[in-house]
Nanobody, 128 residues
């Protein structure tokens, strides 16, 4: 059974840090481009970061550049999103997703429509 499971969300104060994990079962994450997305109440889902298949090139949305870092640990079949300097506007449900049609060395993309497998999401609330 193909499954993605996010973890690591919670309540954090402004300026704080969290690390999200995206663990896969039923398939190998390293075979696909992986993206992180979020959706705040009454807002559309937005792509935050992705990591390409093959060379692990990374891409970030402007609003999170310099604060968020995406990485893979193939030994754990897990992708991470390290989030620093969190702001109240980062409050949302965070999702990871796999682009199963991503080509080897193709640049990953931040459009959610490209992604096929999705996790259930994890809530992050940034508040004092």
């Amino acid at each position: 059974q193909v499954q993605l499971v996010e973890s690591g969300g919670g309540l954090v104060q402004p300026g704080g840090s969290l690390r999200l994990s995206c663990a896969a079962s039923g398939f190998t994450l390293d075979d696909y481009a992986i993206g992180w997305f979020r959706q705040a109440p009454k807002k559309e889902r937005e792509g935050l970061s992705c990591i390409s298949r093959g060379d692990n090139t990374t891409y970030y949305r402007d609003s999170v550049k310099g604060r968020f870092t995406i990485s893979r640990d193939n030994t754990k079949n897990t992708v991470y999103l390290q989030m620093n300097s969190l702001k109240s506007e980062d409050t949302a449900v965070y999702y990871c997703a796999a682009d199963v049609f991503s080509g080897y060395l193709d640049p990953c993309r931040l459009e959610s429509t490209r992604y096929d497998y999705w996790g259930q999401g994890t809530q992050i609330t940034v508040s004092s």
